[in-house]
C-alpha cells in the first residue's frame, strides 16, 4: 500500500459511522456473549490458540456476529476475505478460493471466508464452498438472523458448529454507549456530550437490543446538537425522540405503570372489547415491555378468566407464547395481537356460568 492508499484508508475509517469506528478489535473489548468467548469457554480457547472450525454464528442483528469474525481473523493471523451474500456469487466464492489455496501453498497462511447473510445463499452458491470447507482451504465463518436448521444444507451445517449469540442486555448497551460517548479517538469524545438519564434509558430502550442502532442514534443526536455555552453538548429526551422519530412512551417495567397498564389489558379483555384489548397491548410492547410477561399474563386470563368457557383460549394463549418465545419480535407482536382479539371475543366464565372469578 502506496502513501496515497494509506491515507484514502485513513480517511475512509474517519468518515464511516460510529457503530463501524467503535468496533472491538480483542476479545476483551468485546461486550457480551460471555457464554463463548468468556474467560475459559471453549470458544475463546479455539480462537486464542489458532485451531478454530468452521463455525456458522446464529443471531439477531447488532449482537455482534461481523465484529467476532473481524476479531477471530486478527487474533489467528489469517487472511479475512469478506463477502456478502446479497451481493456475491458463484463467480466470487471461486476466485477467494483460487486466492486462499495460492495463499496457502506460498505462504502457510490460513483463509478465513466470511458470509454475512449466509441464509441468502441458494443450494448451488452453498455447495460452491463445501468441498473447500472439507479440505481446509477455507475457514468459513457465516453470519445469519435466521436458524441456520432451515436456511443452510445439511452437508455444509455437519462441518461447521453453530454457535447461537444473545441479544445484548439493557446493561450492555448501556456499556457500548457510554464508550462510545467518552472515546476521544474512535468516539464522540471530542465533542463533550453529556446524555441526560432519561435519554440514555429511552435510546437503550428503542435500540432494541442492536448495538448498532443504538450507536446509529447517538451519532445523529450528537451531530445535530449544538454546543452550549459552557461548550457540552447537552442531549435531552426530545433531542434522542428526535433522532429516533418515535415519541417516547411513559412507562416504568418496574412501577405502578407497569401494572396499570397490564391491569387495562385485562379488564378491556373482559369487558370483551378486541379494541382495547390491542390499543393496550401495543401500548406495553411500544414501551419496551417484555413480551414474554405479557404471554404469560395472557395464558392466565384464558384458564382463569375464561377457563372451561372455552377451553380453546388457552391452547391460542400457549400458541402465542410458543410463537414469541421460537420467532422473538418483532413478528410475535402479530401471535400476541390475535391471541388478544380472541381472548377478548371468547365467553368468560361468568358469562357462561354466572360464576366470579377473580384476577
Known sequence: MDMFEHQFEKQKEKEAPLAARMRPSTLDNFVGQEHLIGEGRVLRKAIESGQLPSIILWGPPGSGKTTLAYIIASITDSHFSPISAVSAGVADLRRIIEEAKERRKMHLQK???????????????????????????????????????????????????????????????????????????????????????????????????????????????ALTTPPGADGKRSISLATIEDAIQHRALRYDKAGEQHYDLISALHKSMRGSDPDASLYWLARMLEAG??????????????????????????????????????????????????????????????ERYGLWQGI
Open 289 to 350: 415491555e417484555d413480551p414474554l410477561y405479557i404471554a404469560r399474563r395472557l395464558v392466565r386470563f384464558a384458564s382463569e378468566d375464561i377457563g372451561m368457557a372455552d377451553p380453546q383460549a388457552l391452547v391460542i394463549a400457549m400458541a402465542a407464547q410458543q410463537a414469541v418465545h421460537f420467532i422473538g419480535m418483532p413478528e410475535g407482536n402479530l401471535a400476541l395481537a390475535e391471541a388478544a382479539v380472541y381472548l377478548a371475543t371468547a365467553n368468560t366464565v361468568n
Open 111 to 221: 483463509t478465513i471466508l466470511f458470509i454475512d447473510e449466509i441464509h441468502r445463499f441458494n443450494k448451488a452458491q452453498q455447495d460452491a464452498v463445501l468441498p473447500f470447507v472439507e479440505d481446509g482451504t477455507i475457514t468459513l465463518i457465516g453470519a445469519t438472523t435466521e436458524n441456520p436448521s432451515f436456511e443452510v444444507i445439511s452437508p455444509l451445517l455437519s462441518r461447521c458448529q453453530v454457535l447461537a449469540l444473545n441479544p445484548l442486555t439493557a446493561d450492555e448497551i448501556r456499556i457500548i454507549i457510554l464508550r462510545a460517548q467518552k472515546d476521544r479517538l474512535r468516539g464522540l469524545g471530542t465533542l463533550n456530550i453529556e446524555l441526560v438519564a432519561d435519554a440514555l434509558s429511552h435510546l437503550i430502550t428503542m435500540s432494541n437490543n442492536d448495538a448498532r442502532i443504538a450507536l446509529n442514534i447517538l451519532e445523529m443526536a
